[in-house]
Structures are given as structure tokens and as C-alpha cells.
């Protein structure tokens, strides 16, 4: 009786200690806001138009910011990197004025009037090389990590090249109106292909460690420092494809990492959650933002959206838990019957902040380079052969027939590949190259190509250079000969910059055949859609060998090409890709920028197909298209007659 009795004062006892823990437990309302790939989007411009643009720039973004901030007692700020490179700003500050130590970056004046309260570092954070990195982030009045570029000390250790995590104490209110110290974890991650998109950037000077085992090694000496939260900040996409290391987009993956509580991702220029490429993952939840019950957000690009996660914390000092969460990806601008709908007017003193530097940027791209005898524009370059891409290629061209002369590969014939990087997409129906005939500025070379490659020569067999056209041809839907109805010949889902046109042959792509590769370059179907491939005017010899002028990104492995993984480079040539047209430019004086029609479609029978581009190509379309109506977004649709 007496055991019974002392068991049952137990249990009164123990209750009565759980109600009065519950009691003292205090409940805390938590904010995460997340900037992510601004690509140097500051002020709400488009330089390659002389105009406006209230679909981008950080100065809106802002006002989203302020607003959000006011809304919440407890809040903190984040940028996911993919910072200072993307735009004629990024390229002034780097190229033209060149900054200089002790000197703030045009992208710090603006951020440090808004308070961050930590950066990660993206991909494109190394294009202009280390030395210029450290010189940009020498201007931040706020702290940067990235946990999984290294130092390789050479004995089988390794030390990370920047701060690879940071544990900051924040005060915050619960909704008792009670003060507490919360310690906030933030681990920041960069895709570890690096190393190859910046290859010469980099090799002799850092490594890249795959994200998923670099969060194992860091995460628990966090909770151990005393993380009352881990705030994950991977510059890196979201797929459920299976883990193969290394891999480049490992958000799904990082978010199965005990420990990890919040996931601010970017990278991908895709909105999460909200995106219907999401609907479908395992493990993720497209509506309340969540992936393996992990909160996430990914907040679009150059400032289109602010991501937003809010916590609900439960707990005291050193043992606060999770109890409830909510993501958003709060937009700057709406469509709406086909109109841009500004949301939020910019904030002023972002837009004076960077002023000077804005102006100075005018004055530089109007530098002229040339004249076309005609216009150049990219509204069908994904439904035909189009000038936008020819110039490119024969820029490329023209130059590697230059470096090989005297050398033991000028006797290799020389092919050429480049893509569409402005034809529409996410971009909307306003992002595409439109250079009218006249004058070429060098904001018109930017607009042609829009980012600081660098120019590299592959050598490959006719075989090889066949496979990478099937990997191209992904950007296309499967279309039925005998399906009745509109079906739409485009894959949206696939990036235009990973449609590479190739130069110097002459092929047809057959849509009727699924696509050989699917997004992850693997072969997934036996079937060929490149057909009729040739080479001066007879069937390519698959054995033949070929020089490939390129860019470091898909030389070096970028968008998953077979035969391209930076191991078939023979030349790496001194020069960007952006600067050889604009000599080419130079040297032309006056040129005719028509597309010589080297690639064509195979043919889909009675099918009716149809694409949609910007409404101002509507007066350029050809006799085999006709105009339908805009969508929602606001593209023109078409169909082929």
C-alpha cells in the first residue's frame, strides 16, 4: 500500500512540476526575411534598355523589407549570395571602374541601410576572382559564411576559406511582452561545382566539399557551441533526385541533415514554395513551405521576391523548440491580364545610395562598338534559328580561328555553341535581347551576352558533338503527330541558356521523339532527336574530331552535358566571351546579323503546335505562324500554320 501510495505522489508531483514548466514555457513569434540572387539588381533598371523596370532591383525589395519588419517584433535578415555579378552594374564595379580596397561596393552602400543581419556566398561570387570577392566583401557592415569552400592544407586536413558558420545571440520578445537571448545558428553552402564554372578562379586555391557531409561535420559543433535554432542558407536548388554527391542542388538532401530547423535556399531563380514544378515532390509541401517538415523559401531573383518564413518558438533559454511555421515568397509585382502591376513603390535612399555608381554605369555601356544593317532580337530563338545566337557564334568563331592559326589545332575544323539567354521564361515577357538596327553600344553586347564567361575551346568527335545537340534539344516538348489540340512545343521548365545552338553543322531536330537526356544529363530514352546532322554538306563522320568554342560554364560541366565535364578544354583562352564579340564587333565595323538557318525542326506532321513569346514579336512572325491571344502572364502566344 505504501509503494502504491508513494507511486501515486509521484505521479502528483511530476504533473504538477509539468504544469508548472508549461506554465513558464514562452512562446515567441520569429521572423526570416531572405534576399537571394540579386545579381547586382539594385536600383529597378534594365540597363540594355535604357528603362525602368519595376519587376527587379533591391530598392523594391526594400520596401517589402520595411513593411515586413513592422509587421513582426522579432526579425532577422539574410542574403543567399549571387550578389555582385548579373547585370552592366556588376560588370562596371568589376571591369570598368574597377573597385579598389578600402572602397564600398555599389551592392554594400545599398544592404547596409537595411540591416543584414549575416550573407552567404553564391556561385557567382567568383567570377571576378578572389582577390575582387575579398575587396567586395571588405565593404559589408555584416558578416558572410560559406562552410564548404576549403584551404587544403595538404596532409589530409582541410580549414574553411571563410567562416563556415556563425552563432549569433539576438534578443527577442516572446508574447508576454518578456525579454530572452536566443542563439540563432546560420550555416551558409555553395555548389561545389565551383570548381569547375570557375576553374581558373580557383584551382591551386580552394576546394569545394559537397554540401550534405559538410552540414553532418558543422551542424553538430553548432548545437554543441549552443545553436538554439540552425538557419541552413544553401545557395542551391531544390530536387528530389537521388543523392549522387556533390551535387548541386541539395536542398531536398540538406533538409533530411539532423539539426537543421529553417532552410533559406536560392540558386534556382524559382519561387518556393508556390511553384507548381513543386506540387509533386516527395517529402514537400508546395502550399505551407515545407521540405521533410523542415520550414523553406526561396524568394525568386534580382530582387523579384522577399522571402519570408515565421516561426512560432516554444521553450526557454537553451531548449526552445519548433511548434509552428509558415513560408511566403511576397512578390514586388503582379501580372495581371497581361500587365506588369507594380506592388510596392522603390525606397529612395537605396536608390541614392548607389546614384553615382548607377550613373557611371549609363556612361559606360553607351560606349559604341559597332553597327548592324538590321535588328537583332531573340523572340523566336527557341522556335528557329535566330540572329541573337549567330552573332554570338560567329564572334566565337571568328576568334578561335585566330588563337589556332599556327598551332597544332588549326588543322581541326572549328564548330561553335552558344544559347538564347534572354527568351522570356521566368524572366517574363519583356526578358528578351531587342537591339534595334543602328548603332551597337556595349550595352547592346551585354544584352547579347549577359554573363562574364570566359571563352574555352572543347575537342570532341562528331559522335560526342551529336549527343550534346540531344541534350539541347530537352528545351522541347514531346508533341504528339496524332493528339488533337493546341499542344505547346516549349518546355518551359528547361533554361534557354542550356539550349546551345552549334555552328558549322547543319541539323533538324524530330520533336515527335522523346527527349534523350532528361534534366541531370542522364540517358533516358534510346531514341535520337537530332536527325540529318552534316558537315560541309555531307552525314558528320562520327569519328571525326572537332574544335567547340564555348563558355567555361559548359565546358567545365554546367547544365550536366555528356562529353563536358572540363576534361576535353584544349584551349583556355584569355578572353570573355563578351569581350570577343565586342572586338568581333569592332573589327566588322558595319555587319548583317541574319541567322544562316543551320538548324531546323523535323516536322510534326498535322499536329497543331504553339509557342509564346513577347507581344512585340508579333510584327516580326513568319508566314507559318499565326497570333493567338496573350496568357496570363502576358506572352503572345502562337501557333505554326
Known sequence: MNKLLLGLGTVGLGATALAAATASAATVELRLMETTDLHMHIVDYDYYTDNQNVTVGLARTAALINAARNERGNSVLVDNGDLIQGNPLGDFVAKGDVLRFGETHPAYKAMNLLDYDVGNIGNHEFNFGLDFLIKALNGANFPYISS????DLGDGSDQPYFQPY???????IDNAGQPHELSIGYIGFVPPQIMNWDKDNLEGLVVAHDMVETAERFVPQMKAEGADIIVAIPHSGLSDAARQGMDENATWHLAQVEGIDAILFGHAHAVFPGSPAYDTMDNVDNESGTIFGVPAVMPGFWGSHLGIIDLTLEGEAGNWQIAGSRSEARPIFSRENGETVALVEPVQSILDAVDSDHQATLDYMAQRVGETTASINSYFAVVQDDPSVQVVNNAQTWYVENIVRGTELEELPILSAAAPFKAGGRGGPDYYTDVPAGDIALKNV???YIYPNDLKVVKLTGEQVIEWLERSAGQFNTIDPD???AQPLVDDSFPTYNFDVI???SYRIDVTVPPRYNNDGEVVNDQHRIVDVQFEGEPIDPDQEFLIATNNYRAGGGGSFPGLDGSTIVIDAPDKNR???????????????SADDNWQFAGWGDAEVMFKTSPKAEALAGDNMETGKLDDAGFQVFTFN
Open 483 to 485: 493528339a488533337s489540340g
Open 446 to 448: 551585354a544584352d547579347l
Open 579 to 593: 569581350d570577343v564579340i565586342a572586338n568581333y564587333l569592332l573589327s566588322q565595323g558595319t555587319f548583317n546579323p
Open 166 to 172: 556563425l552563432i549569433q545571440e539576438k534578443t527577442v
Open 503 to 505: 555552328d558549322g553543322i
Open 148 to 151: 564548404n569552400v576549403m584551404v
